[in-house]
């Protein structure tokens, strides 16, 4: 089962943070829930984050969504990597494109 076309072609706005949600960019990392739960709780804690990631289907789709307990502090932003989750308007694909490791998928470093 894949994500709908409306889905996984076009954000998703959260109303209530005010952040975008690019499911089809989510890799199910959970590091965004990761940093939650260290910033709020001072613990490493997929439960008690503020965000969950939901597979949808059974072919490694994510769906990022925020609890109603989120503040909308932006601490998890940071930590995604391929702009899953960003505010309106923020472009980040500079730092995408620069990582050591995407080069190196790339071929353009050698070890």
Same mark, same amino acid.
């Given at each position: 089962?894949?994500?709908?076309?409306?889905? #996984? !072609?076009?954000?998703?706005?959260?109303?209530?943070?005010?952040?975008?949600?690019?499911?089809?960019?989510?890799?199910?990392?959970?590091?965004? !829930?990761?940093?939650?739960?260290?910033?709020?709780?001072?613990?490493? #804690?997929?439960?008690?984050?503020?965000?969950?990631?939901?597979?949808?289907?059974?072919?490694?789709?994510?769906?990022? !969504?925020?609890?109603?307990?989120?503040?909308?502090?932006?601490?998890?932003?940071?930590?995604?990597?391929?702009?899953?989750?960003?505010?309106?308007?923020?472009?980040?694909?500079?730092?995408?494109?620069?990582?050591?490791?995407?080069?190196?998928?790339?071929?353009?470093?050698?070890?």
């Amino acid at each position: 089962m894949t994500l709908p076309v409306a889905v #996984s !072609q076009s954000l998703i706005f959260d109303e209530k943070t005010g952040f975008e949600i690019h499911p089809e960019l989510c890799t199910g990392c959970n590091l965004c !829930q990761l940093s939650c739960t260290h910033i709020k709780h001072r613990v490493f #804690s997929l439960a008690d984050a503020y965000i969950t990631i939901d597979r949808v289907g059974s072919d490694e789709s994510f769906l990022p !969504q925020f609890t109603d307990d989120c503040d909308s502090c932006g601490f998890c932003l940071n930590y995604c990597g391929f702009e899953a989750i960003r505010k309106p308007g923020d472009d980040r694909s500079w730092y995408i494109r620069t990582r050591p490791e995407r080069k190196l998928a790339e071929g353009k470093v050698t070890t």
